[in-house]
């Protein structure tokens, strides 16, 4: 049997049928897009809580007496902080970090140390309009301790950190390093592969300003803020924040540790 009368769809029912389909596939693309930026900033938060843990582990090594407060410094110079009144015995050579506060992130080689009034002199000089003051908080260590060291050498693209980093091949890969003092100050680069045999950094791409011997570096996988928001007479806290990604804006996740003083 012939039908006669057979027609095909119109141009209209064909873009009514494109829109009714488009109206049930997009939830499903947001629904995808949510699922993706979900996961993303669940991974950030796994890894951000295993980084502030790492941290809380280093510092339970740290003697009280190396991390505090910084107290107003009436000598002049733009090369001093006054620690906290319970620093102790500082030694010469050892770094200290600015960790929060005004000065944040900046690291120097104290080169001289007042144990009547707890001023340590620094060098280089701190960084214009960043020298510390009552509001920084600061932490002081060996060199390669605590994420943070003298740069040994550098080239186009590769930085030698300090002998006593970790000596696991690729541990520092997909870390962050800042050159915070000396030359070559204030650059970041994501470091893309690191020998633990040799101790040297590859960043992805070259600096623009190599650093060198009179460097000195911060690494980090997240930036975070290491704080003394409390002390009691034999107790000192320290509180330990990271900040990682999600979507747009950045969330904080915080730890902290306490510490008996000695």
Sequence with gaps: MVWKNQ?????????????????AIIPLLQFFVTGSAFTATARHEVTAL???????????SVNSRQIGVAREC??????????????????????????AGKGEGQVRRITAYNASNQVVTVSPVWDTGKAPDDTSHYLVCGNGSILTGAVQSGTANTVRLAGNENSKNDFFKDYFIMIAG????????????????TKIAAVESNWHTQP??????????????????AAAENLKTIKVTVFYPSGDSLKELSLTTEKHRR
């Design 50 to 60: 295993n980084f502030a843990q790492e941290l809380i582990e280093e510092l339970k």
């Design 182 to 197: 000396g030359k070559g100050a204030g650059q970041v680069q994501k470091i893309k592969a690191y020998n633990g045999t």
């Design 7 to 23: 027609e095909g769809m119109s141009l209209i029912e064909v873009i009514v049928a494109i829109l009714l389909v488009a109206i």
């Design 212 to 229: 060198d011997a009179t460097s000195f570096y911060r690494l980090y996988r997240y930036e975070y803020r290491i704080e003394v928001p």
């Design 74 to 99: 009436t000598e002049t110079g733009n090369n001093k902080i006054r620690l906290a009144n319970d620093a102790g015995n500082i030694s010469i050579n050892h770094l200290i970090t600015i960790t």
